[in-house]
């Protein structure tokens, strides 16, 4: 009898493989959603988050650059359950935190430990021999990373509409510690593709503070560009020149932590590029997005979860249909064509709406829409980056390592883009409509007698005409809110529409 080939993968393993990628993007999922009751109760303001989310960037930039050695040094399967108990243990901050500190605490520790996920549950992958065998690895990553997408904006707003948003870091810290069983399992002591490299004290922390600054830089650009231009521009630079000291010392030491002369390639470069924009958009639109159907269309938590989640789950099922195609039409460019045209239908498609827009047939639509895009994009850019690196394992696995620092890196500056600029829109369009709001306008004269003659019922003719202007100004932040939000999707209309362009006419990926 024939002995087969390659011993059968233990569950284990797979549970591993889609454990770490189902709790990363879960929790992000949901932050990024809750966002705005988050900020409530912490009391911080939109720029006091976006700097909570830039700290937590910049520190998992910094322990994704430091996963090959720290994997050296501890052991893949102990600096894997480390990583999961720092998770658990940040999440346990967030949800007892009542301050914005706290949270900021919190936050830093999960950043510790969820930072690499991604990038172990690829190299992970790589445990299983080539062969049709390590494929099952891939859709375990998948459908971890696919399933932890769609359900992060569903428990979230369960959890704020139900009970309270700490109760969604009280089942990241859950999931964390379930996620150990698997990994003490499976898991061996080393991992095959690790090098050691060097961890010295000055590259790490260039790179961390050269993060920080430049991020900071262009978070309080809107605030204060021009009364601090000049500091700002300062703070970018210096950022700029500690990356670029950063990237000098790894290319030109003899054991690097990151082997970046390796990746001078157009195809890897490409890919990064894509890569961001995807992660941008992420961060922007999973934050704008719950905001929008919240605020300014007055559906409820749990009902946006609901529609959000949806949505998402269209694009599942799109990347099913699609890893069956993938076999027999395995050439990029009409995924990325596809892709691209549904993130531009999405654009319209919610730049269209009004406070009136029906949930089902004006929301849901845009919705899959958005999710095809990143079903789409995402796993066909993955699948096509990294294909001129796999000839040595430690560029490859470096490789990885580069291009989820950079989605940290997306991610913040996608929530920074979207809260600065609808800030900035919102009070453009709320000055436009206040310039209409003034004694002598009859429409507006018309609406406030209308309001005043209603609550007249009710209340006194000087508290009736109080309540009255109580409603138009609600009335007016709501009109500002959507109109900032629909300027938003107007833009990504036509940054998507570019990306149908450069799809077609690219020659890096055939």
Known sequence: MQASPHPPIPPALLMTIGALTFVDFLQNGMVTFAASPIMGEIGASPEEYTTVAVIYACVAVVMIALQGWLVHHLGLRRYLLASLG?????????????????????????????????????????????????????????????????????????????TGWHVMFWLVAALSLLAMIPVALAMPDHGGVTVAGQARLAPIAALGLGSFLLLHALQRSYYDFFSDRHLLVLYAAAGLAALAFFVRSETRHGAPLLKLGGMKEVRFLSGLALFMFCYLMLGANGYLVPLMLQRALGLSWANTGVFFAMGLGAGVLTFAVMSQLLARWPSPRKFFVAGFTALAAFAVLMSRLTPSADPWTDVLPALACYGVFIMIVMPATAMNTFTGLTHDPAVFAHAQQVKNMLAQVGQALGIMVATVGQQWFTSEHYNVLMAGIAQGNANFEAAKAQLSGVYAAAADPARAQQMAMAHISQWLDQQSVLLANLDHFRVLAVLALAGVVVSVTQRVFR
């Open 86 to 162: 720092a998770a658990a243990a940040g999440a346990v901050v967030c949800a007892l935190s009542r301050s914005e500190a706290g949270f900021l605490l919190g936050r830093v520790l999960m950043a510790m430990g969820c930072a690499a996920m991604l990038t172990s549950s690829r190299l992970t992958v790589n445990l299983i021999p080539p062969g049709p065998a390590r494929f099952q690895g891939i859709k375990a990553l998948a459908t971890g990373l696919c399933t932890g997408t769609a359900l992060g904006p569903l428990l979230a707003s369960v959890a704020v509409d139900q």
